[in-house]
């Protein structure tokens, strides 16, 4: 059974930073794309980040709205994807999911974990 | 960015009903184009992939279709389980999401 479990979250304060950390079990982490997906409090789902996997170097891919102030990575080892973001914004208040991608020419979200609430107040 | 739309925001039918939610792309997107649905409190789920081809374990009453700019997702026969909301995401250019679109019953 797929099992992804993000952990991290919190209350930041304007301007500061956060890691997020996603652990998965069932599946064969390196075989996958991973992604961020955020959604403000009764908002849309927003693409934050992509992390590749090895056969595509583990190349990165970044929402232009965020470049610069995330970073995602990987290690394959612990079959996890964290997610960094710094100078942290109100409008950076959001459940942030770890997915995973899946179908190559025709990609999708196919498992989600269950997100992790970030609230950036002062 | 290609921006998409989703019509209507609220939907109030009632079971049994057939149920149709609307999205449209800014730009062509060459039916590349995914259905979620997202229940309260969870996280969402991935209904339809590539327009028409529907995710292992969903239901067969959930149906896509569509072309260029303008894409559907119906429901033949509304159940009380399917409340909830149902977002479009595009994959011709990055990943972008619909505002949604709310499913009650009437």
């Known amino acids: 059974e797929v099992q992804i479990l993000e952990t991290g979250g919190g209350l930041v304060k304007p301007g500061g930073s956060l890691r997020l950390s996603c652990a998965t079990s069932g599946f064969n982490f390196n075989d996958y794309f991973m992604n961020w997906v955020r959604q403000a409090p009764g908002k849309g789902l927003e693409w934050v980040a992509q992390i590749r996997n090895k056969n595509y170097n583990y190349a990165t891919y970044y929402a232009e709205s965020l470049e610069g102030r995330v970073t995602i990575s990987r290690d394959d080892s612990k079959s996890s994807v964290y997610l960094q973001v710094s100078s942290l914004r109100a409008e950076d208040t959001a459940i942030y999911y770890c997915t995973r991608i899946v179908g190559g020419y025709n990609p999708s979200f196919d498992y989600w974990g269950q997100g992790v609430m970030v609230t950036v107040s002062s | 960015d290609i921006q998409m739309t989703q019509s209507p925001s609220l939907l109030s039918a009632s079971v049994g009903d057939r149920v149709t939610l609307s999205c449209k792309a800014s730009?062509?997107?060459?039916?590349?184009l995914n259905w979620y649905q997202q229940k309260l409190g969870e996280a969402p789920k991935l209904l339809i992939y590539?327009?028409?081809s529907l995710q292992t374990g969903i239901p067969s009453r959930f149906s896509g279709s569509g072309s260029g700019t303008d894409y559907t997702l119906t429901i033949s026969s509304l159940q009380p389980e399917d409340v909830a909301t149902y977002f479009c995401?595009?994959?011709?250019?990055?990943?972008?999401f619909g505002a949604g679109t709310k499913l009650e019953l009437k």
């Open positions: 730009q062509n997107i060459y039916k590349y």
């Open positions: 995401q595009q994959y011709n250019s990055w990943y972008t």
């Open positions: 590539y327009t028409n």
